[in-house]
């Protein structure tokens, strides 16, 4: 399986990217041996293995849902780009 | 991405030492967001490994690799998500332990690869490995994957004798990917484990190469999620004068994040994509259940698989940069570790044309102590991690 430009084009928009036009052939060239590299998997005959999600094959605990963390909202506010009057700040969304 | 902000709480490994009287002298460098083997990817530039100054010091966790082996500190926090501790730790002559998959807490720990990512202790000695287990390992409320097991002292059995213990060697680890020199410093090392008392024979991981097609769908899928959350919104870079808010995320996350990390998010969207998920990242899952099997049966037969961390000492700075798939090959011998969610460290045990080698020893699952009394008996036996490069 081989990605061609306009493909990578479309992952990179997925990914919220922009790939400049100089760095595309790069990226097409990098993500197709990566991807060379992933298609050896197919060969291999997984058929009725069951998929490992967790190493452990744990699954997420459940806590009692209370109250665990105290309000911070001006310190974690601190790392925001803009924020105002407890709000994060984002250019203008609808008219 | 990250270069502006300040964490607004401590993780609970940090926390757990500073409440033990460590005091913390500063942060080190590495790949950024953690991708990379040779901490060349990072944003502040490269670090260089203090045996050569030319070559890499391994990574991602190279800067905290450095930190101990040129003796700026006595013990290193790392995160090792393909060997990302054991590979840095080879490269520059040190102990690194990467624990199980959810021994000790990754609250407050970058997210990169959720269900392989797991933080150790990187020191000069297993001794001292085992010292910073104690204070950092246990059950964390805070992280949903930390595992309510028991806590340990790992110094308690330190100093157990090594008679009986039964070593396997994979054949698969020592295939013609591997440096003669290596091989060589690796089974010198196992002559030594047998004249402790331990007994070696040959085993098979047979799909130990298809562990890196494996971790390069899964860790590039997971990171793709857990970095969609840079989007100049609440924290971290934003990108100047956005025109609407899709503007802002692709700039923001286009400036700020650099090659190697935009690449890797691009082929974890690409193999989560409708119609690409089965035949990869599903498939990728599916493998690691094999991965998983394989070194079951073989820890069913022996106590612990040793073997080389890495493939080659540490290359030149630049030497692999231009391909990334080359770069990968060189994790062969730990990413399969992290699929299945095992303990493994690796232990100075030689060295080929001056740069350090690294004897990678891998446990059953909840048996650090074991590893780190394995390592310790080796140290009392042997002074290759008491060698120093000349800084």
Same mark, same amino acid.
């Given at each position: 399986?081989?990605? /061609?430009?306009?493909?990578?084009?479309?992952?990179?928009?997925?990914?919220?990217?922009?790939?400049?036009? !100089?760095?595309? /052939?790069?990226?097409?060239?990098?993500?197709?041996?990566?991807?060379?590299?992933?298609?050896?998997?197919?060969?291999?005959?997984?058929?009725?293995?069951?998929?490992?999600?967790?190493?452990?094959?744990?699954?997420?605990?459940?806590?009692?849902?209370?109250?665990?963390?105290?309000?911070?909202?001006?310190?974690?506010?601190?790392?925001?780009? !803009?924020?105002?009057?407890?709000?994060?700040?984002?250019?203008?969304?609808?008219? | 991405?990250?270069?502006?902000?300040?964490?607004?709480?401590?993780?609970?490994?940090?926390?757990?030492?500073?409440?033990?009287?460590?005091? +913390?002298?500063?942060?080190?460098?590495?790949?950024?967001?953690?991708?990379?083997?040779?901490?060349?990817?990072?944003?502040?530039?490269?670090?260089?490994?203090?045996?050569?100054?030319?070559?890499?010091?391994?990574?991602?966790?190279?800067?905290?690799?450095?930190?101990?082996?040129?003796? &700026?500190?006595?013990?290193?926090?790392?995160?090792?998500?393909?060997?990302?501790?054991?590979?840095?730790?080879?490269?520059?002559?040190?102990?690194?332990?990467?624990?199980?998959?959810?021994?000790?807490?990754?609250?407050?720990?970058?997210?990169?690869?959720? %269900?392989?990512?797991?933080?150790?202790?990187?020191?000069?000695?297993?001794?001292?490995?085992?010292?910073?287990?104690?204070?950092?390992?246990?059950?964390?409320?805070?992280?949903?994957? %930390? &595992?309510?097991?028991?806590?340990?002292?790992?110094?308690? +059995?330190?100093?157990?004798?090594?008679?009986?213990?039964?070593?396997?060697?994979?054949?698969?680890?020592?295939?013609?990917?591997?440096?003669?020199?290596?091989?060589?410093?690796?089974?010198?090392?196992?002559?030594?484990?047998?004249?402790?008392?331990? +007994?070696?024979?040959?085993?098979?991981?047979?799909?130990?190469?298809?562990?890196?097609?494996?971790?390069?769908?899964?860790?590039?899928?997971?990171?793709?999620?857990?970095?969609?959350?840079?989007?100049?919104?609440?924290?971290?870079?934003?990108?100047?004068?956005?025109?609407?808010?899709?503007? &802002?995320?692709?700039?923001?996350?286009?400036?700020?994040?650099?090659?190697?990390?935009?690449?890797?998010? &691009?082929?974890?969207?690409?193999?989560? %994509?409708?119609?690409?998920?089965?035949?990869?990242?599903?498939?990728?899952?599916?493998?690691?259940?094999?991965?998983?099997?394989?070194?079951?049966?073989?820890?069913?037969d022996v106590d612990v698989i040793m073997g080389p961390a890495t493939p080659s000492t540490a290359w030149n700075i630049g030497e692999k940069t231009q391909d990334p798939v080359a770069m990968y090959m060189e994790d062969i011998y730990t990413l399969s570790v992290n699929l299945a969610g095992l303990p493994g460290m690796s232990i100075p045990c030689g060295f080929k044309d001056g740069m350090p080698v690294g004897l990678q020893v891998i446990g059953n699952y909840f048996d650090e102590a074991r590893l780190l009394n394995i390592g310790h008996q080796f140290q009392r036996a042997t002074d290759w991690h008491s060698?120093?490069?000349?800084?």
């Amino acid at each position: 399986m081989s990605l /061609d430009r306009s493909q990578v084009e479309t992952v990179a928009k997925l990914a919220r990217l922009k790939v400049e036009d !100089q760095e595309l /052939d790069n990226y097409v060239n990098s993500l197709n041996s990566i991807l060379d590299l992933a298609d050896q998997l197919q060969a291999v005959d997984t058929e009725g293995v069951e998929p490992l999600a967790n190493p452990l094959d744990a699954t997420a605990r459940l806590r009692p849902d209370t109250v665990t963390e105290t309000n911070q909202r001006e310190k974690l506010q601190k790392n925001a780009p !803009q924020a105002e009057a407890g709000l994060f700040l984002v250019p203008k969304v609808i008219d | 991405m990250l270069d502006n902000f300040i964490a607004p709480y401590e993780s609970t490994a940090t926390q757990r030492l500073k409440d033990a009287g460590f005091v +913390t002298l500063g942060k080190t460098n590495l790949d950024e967001f953690a991708m990379g083997s040779s901490t060349e990817t990072s944003y502040y530039g490269a670090t260089r490994n203090p045996w050569n100054t030319d070559a890499v010091p391994g990574g991602s966790s190279g800067g905290s690799a450095v930190a101990v082996a040129a003796g &700026m500190a006595p013990a290193a926090l790392g995160t090792d998500t393909g060997g990302s501790i054991r590979q840095p730790a080879a490269f520059c002559g040190i102990t690194g332990l990467k624990p199980t998959y959810g021994r000790v807490s990754r609250w407050g720990m970058v997210a990169f690869g959720s %269900s392989l990512d797991q933080g150790g202790p990187m020191t000069q000695t297993a001794e001292d490995a085992a010292m910073i287990m104690n204070t950092i390992a246990g059950f964390d409320p805070r992280d949903s994957t %930390s &595992m309510d097991q028991p806590t340990v002292d790992y110094t308690a +059995t330190l100093d157990q004798p090594l008679n009986g213990l039964k070593i396997g060697l994979p054949k698969e680890y020592f295939g013609e990917a591997l440096d003669d020199g290596i091989r060589q410093a690796i089974m010198e090392a196992v002559k030594q484990f047998e004249s402790l008392g331990a +007994t070696v024979k040959e085993i098979s991981l047979p799909r130990t190469e298809l562990s890196i097609p494996a971790y390069y769908i899964i860790a590039p899928a997971e990171a793709s999620t857990n970095l969609s959350r840079f989007d100049g919104v609440k924290f971290g870079y934003r990108c100047d004068n956005p025109t609407d808010l899709m503007d &802002m995320y692709t700039r923001t996350r286009s400036e700020g994040f650099g090659a190697e990390v935009k690449r890797r998010i &691009m082929v974890g969207t690409y193999a989560l %994509s409708a119609g690409y998920y089965d035949a990869y990242y599903r498939k990728a899952q599916q493998l690691r259940r094999l991965i998983k099997q394989d070194f079951q049966a073989a820890l069913a037969d022996v106590d612990v698989i040793m073997g080389p961390a890495t493939p080659s000492t540490a290359w030149n700075i630049g030497e692999k940069t231009q391909d990334p798939v080359a770069m990968y090959m060189e994790d062969i011998y730990t990413l399969s570790v992290n699929l299945a969610g095992l303990p493994g460290m690796s232990i100075p045990c030689g060295f080929k044309d001056g740069m350090p080698v690294g004897l990678q020893v891998i446990g059953n699952y909840f048996d650090e102590a074991r590893l780190l009394n394995i390592g310790h008996q080796f140290q009392r036996a042997t002074d290759w991690h008491s060698r120093k490069p000349n800084v």
